[in-house]
């Protein structure tokens, strides 16, 4: 052999081996790159943080300019969670244009899809996103743990990438598996720290009441009802002012006494300020009948109450029990005042039902008014909520505690637009 082809020949040789070497460092040098995005993925458990690293991330080892976040919701669906482009900048979700075609394969089959030179491919001609965008590089692997599908990472460019198709997708398959793990690892710690946080606030709510118990901090709720029973004594006053001329001296001695009868409520609502219970029951043997239908008597003549239609279907063998007069009136007036305050013209029903079976007296008061949605019903019991413009929620609460006092429960069924009602169970011993 020549000397000169002798040269050309280790020349070659040389140059073989020293491409090999380099593409051997570059491989090194790409899957420590790799190591150390999926390290910094990893240590974030910021949902949205891991969302953002996962894109930018995928995007530099890509070389792309756009890069998608998407995850399978509950019916597996995929939905646009993160847009960014090169600069790490966050882009519009509603604004953004990807390849549904290319996302829903690689998210059905599973296998990642990389083109080349997209403008000039057969199968994207009618493609709308990647003819208008001039997209010529897509690149798009799926977010999968084990059998689970939870989405696909998706990255393109408007220029054409020069890249060994098989290592880039080796590199972005890897990049995918590991932001699979860390987007779970996320999304379980944000479950855990919501539902540490709702275990946070019940807790702290029941703290509250029982300091609100312990402390007698129940003053502003019985504030409430102090106002309501001196209204009522003000405006029975008022009238007996103004038309005592036009009645008897019995009809004006029963004014007086219905007058009295509620300014007795505000000196025990008063008393129950200073008390630390706030609610100090006293049970007599009555007929819950004949409270029901002397509380009909009185809120008839006041005015407030005139626009409302109450109607009274009372069980004639319901038995005498102990129970705090005053109290149930005030739990009828809440009830009531409720009723009217949500819908002036209302037509409000008063039922007691006897179950001999069971030894158990129901007292329903039903409406025809707006009903409560699902989110206020659950609280109506527990919290100071009310729907009112100017309300103070203070009522159900107290009508709660009085109940519950009797050894009682009450409950609320309500459909919005049809109405409202409300049930109140009590014990009776026959003996």
Not at 3 to 9: K, R
């Amino acid at each position: 052999m020549k000397l000169n082809e002798l040269l050309l020949s280790v020349s070659k040789d040389y140059d073989t081996d020293r491409l090999g070497m380099i593409n051997g460092i570059n491989r090194v040098h790409d899957l420590e790159r790799i190591l150390s995005v999926v390290k910094m993925i990893n240590n974030s458990l910021v949902l949205d943080e891991v969302f953002r690293l996962v894109v930018d991330y995928s995007i530099e080892v890509a070389k792309a300019e756009r890069g998608f976040l998407l995850l399978a919701d509950s019916d597996g669906k995929l939905r646009c969670k993160v847009a960014r482009n090169s600069k790490k900048e966050s882009l519009p979700l509603e604004e953004t244009e990807i390849s549904t075609t290319i996302v829903d394969d690689v998210h059905q089959t599973g296998e990642s899809i990389f083109i080349e030179n997209a403008q000039t491919d057969d199968h994207f001609d009618n493609q709308h996103s990647i003819v208008s965008l001039s997209l010529q590089t897509i690149l798009c692997s799926s977010l999968n743990i084990k059998n689970e599908k939870v989405g696909v990472i998706y990255v393109d460019s408007r220029s054409i990438l020069v890249v060994k198709k098989d290592e880039i997708i080796d590199l972005f398959e890897i990049l995918a598996g590991q932001a699979a793990i860390a987007i779970k690892n996320a999304q379980l710690y944000e479950r855990l720290r919501n539902a540490y946080k709702e275990l946070e606030d019940a807790n702290e709510q029941v703290q509250k009441f029982e300091r609100m118990a312990s402390r007698g901090e129940m003053a502003a709720e019985l504030g409430h009802e102090l106002n309501n029973s001196l209204s009522i004594a003000f405006l029975q006053l008022q009238a007996l002012q103004k038309s005592s001329h036009r009645y008897s001296d019995e009809e004006r001695q029963k004014k007086i006494k219905n007058a009295l009868d509620a300014l007795e409520k505000t000196i025990l609502f008063t008393s129950g300020l200073i008390e630390s219970s706030g609610f100090k029951t006293n049970k007599y043997p009555g007929d819950m009948n004949e409270v029901i239908q002397d509380f009909e008597k009185f809120i008839k003549i006041l005015r407030k109450y005139r626009r409302s239609i109450l109607v009274l279907h009372l069980d004639e063998h319901v038995p005498q029990l102990l129970f705090d007069k005053q109290q149930f009136q005030q739990v009828l007036l809440n009830l009531i005042s409720n009723a009217h305050e949500a819908y002036n013209d209302a037509t409000i029903i008063i039922r007691t039902i006897y179950d001999s079976s069971k030894k158990e007296l129901v007292i329903s008061v039903s409406d025809n008014g707006p009903g409560i949605i699902d989110e206020v019903k659950k609280k109506l019991f527990t919290q100071k909520i009310t729907t009112k413009e100017n309300g103070h929620g203070y009522g159900l609460p107290i009508c709660r505690k009085i109940i519950e006092n009797h050894n009682g429960t009450i409950a609320v069924e309500s459909v919005v637009g049809r109405g409202t009602s409300f049930h109140i169970t009590l014990p009776v011993d026959e003996n």
